[in-house]
């Protein structure tokens, strides 16, 4: 996982059913505690939506991930690198499984 710039994140999965996937997307960062605790969060082309807290001190990230239906139920389709249009393409059909709807994601204290 890089954090690339005060809004863009890019990560590859190496396991579970997501592994093989290498992705890049734009996020909000929030500062919870100074030099302790930061928030990442995005939604991705796939309709999941992630949250990511870093927890400084004691080097550790804990997340949540809300997959759509179609990346759950159908995770291989979601490998790839989103550069290549094949799988960016593949992966933007997993949002059409289900009831997703368009979304911004808001960091709010």
């Known amino acids: 996982m890089w954090f ?7 990560y590859s999965i190496h396991g579970g ?7 890049y997307q734009t996020v909000a960062f929030q500062c919870i505690r100074p030099g302790e605790l930061w928030q990442c969060n995005w939604l991705e082309e ?11 001190k004691n080097a550790k990230i804990t997340t949540m991930i809300g997959f759509s239906k179609g990346h759950w139920e159908h995770p291989e389709d979601a490998h790839g690198d989103k550069r290549n249009p094949e799988d ?4 933007r059909k997993l949002a059409e499984h289900g009831n997703n709807r368009d979304r911004l994601i808001l960091s709010d204290r």
């Open 4 to 10: 690339f710039s005060e809004n863009r994140i890019v």
């Open 17 to 23: 059913p997501m592994a093989g996937r290498l992705n």
């Open 46 to 56: 796939t309709g999941t939506i992630v949250s990511l807290v870093y927890d400084i």
């Open 88 to 91: 960016y393409a593949r992966w």
